[in-house]
């Protein structure tokens, strides 16, 4: 069976000589080596409302149509993957995880996560838009702050192997994400091994508040060692280590991938609270939904399983 080809601006000039001197729709077909049901669809497309046929306007009318052809998209005809997705993009998880989870789940299926996103910028996923439901939502990830130092006794080029290397659960990267000034700040202690997330609401940055906010997140948690940036607020970390029987590494100055891990977390923090967030109107009770939220979600480096499952030992990577 012959393949079948679009016509050609040759074939489109030629077949409109051949119109032009009158030939009929079957010998047009037998001068061009086209089928006769070719030749009347071409025509039955192409002719203008005078039952005219120009070949340069059926050439362009023809890209016209070629450039609005589409294959239909994954989920315009996989509904359950489509219930699905929505689903977990309404529990903010990125496109990466879900296809991570749906693979595993079924296993021998393709998806990609630049499907997903192709498909929340046609609309296709109901209630589902870049801006509400993606981390990024198109803007920079965060820019530079000052902060003011601190004179610390160790630095996190002297971390021992065991943190360098990810080796257990109960070593802390710490920082405060800012909200609006004067409206308090949230404090984040993030496990290196499991990613698992602590978080507590502080009322401002003054360094005892800061210092009682840190043990309070970490009661009932170990804390062998931890490590903070250069802000004023860690200024009491030695009645920290006293109290916590723990050891205090500090970044050095503006080296924040030092504490990649916590600057990652707080990114996925900032989702839920935008800058200019007033923090004195958020209860303890909402950001420990979305501390919850951010637990449960698989991870990649992981191996997609989530930071409470890593942290509460319930299985081993």
């Known amino acids: 069976m012959q393949s079948y080809q679009h016509f050609t601006l040759t074939e489109r000039e030629n077949l409109y000589m051949l119109r032009k001197a009158e030939y009929g729709i079957r010998a ?16 039955k497309r192409n002719l203008d409302k005078d039952s005219r046929y120009n070949a340069w306007n059926a050439t362009f009318a023809y890209i016209r149509r070629r450039k609005k052809s589409r294959r239909k998209m994954r989920f315009e005809k996989d509904s ?14 990125p496109p990466e995880t879900i296809v991570a989870i749906w693979k595993r789940e079924h296993p021998g299926e393709r998806l990609s996560h630049t499907s997903i996103y192709r498909a929340i910028k046609a609309g296709i996923l109901p209630e589902i838009t870049e801006d509400r439901h993606l981390r990024r939502r198109g803007r920079l990830k965060y820019k530079a702050q000052n902060c003011a130092p601190v004179k610390v006794d160790r630095r996190i080029r002297d971390w021992p ?3 360098v290397d990810r080796a257990r659960v109960g070593d802390w990267e710490g920082d405060t994400v800012r909200g609006a000034p004067g409206k308090g700040v949230i404090l984040t202690l993030v ?9 507590h609401l502080c009322a401002n940055k003054r360094a005892d508040t800061v210092k009682d906010a840190i043990i309070a997140s970490m009661r009932g948690k170990p804390a062998k060692t931890m490590s903070f940036d250069n802000g004023s607020e860690f200024a009491e970390y030695h009645k920290v280590e006293d109290q916590l029987e723990t050891t205090i590494y500090f970044a050095d100055p503006h080296h924040p991938w030092q504490r990649g891990t916590n600057e990652n977390l ?24 979305i501390v919850d939220l951010v637990n449960d979600r698989p991870r990649k480096c992981l191996g997609w399983l989530s930071p409470r499952d890593v942290f509460f030992a319930k299985c081993c990577i």
């Open 266 to 289: 707080n990114g996925i923090l900032r989702f839920f609270f935008p800058k200019g967030t007033n923090f004195l109107n958020i209860s303890s009770s909402y950001l420990k939904f």
């Open 28 to 43: 047009i077909a037998r001068e061009l080596g086209r089928s006769p049901s070719s030749i009347s669809r071409e025509l």
């Open 161 to 163: 192997a065991e943190v």
């Open 80 to 93: 359950e993957l489509k219930a699905w997705t929505i689903t977990q993009l309404k529990k903010y998880w």
């Open 191 to 199: 496990d290196r091994k499991s990613r698992f997330l602590a978080a």
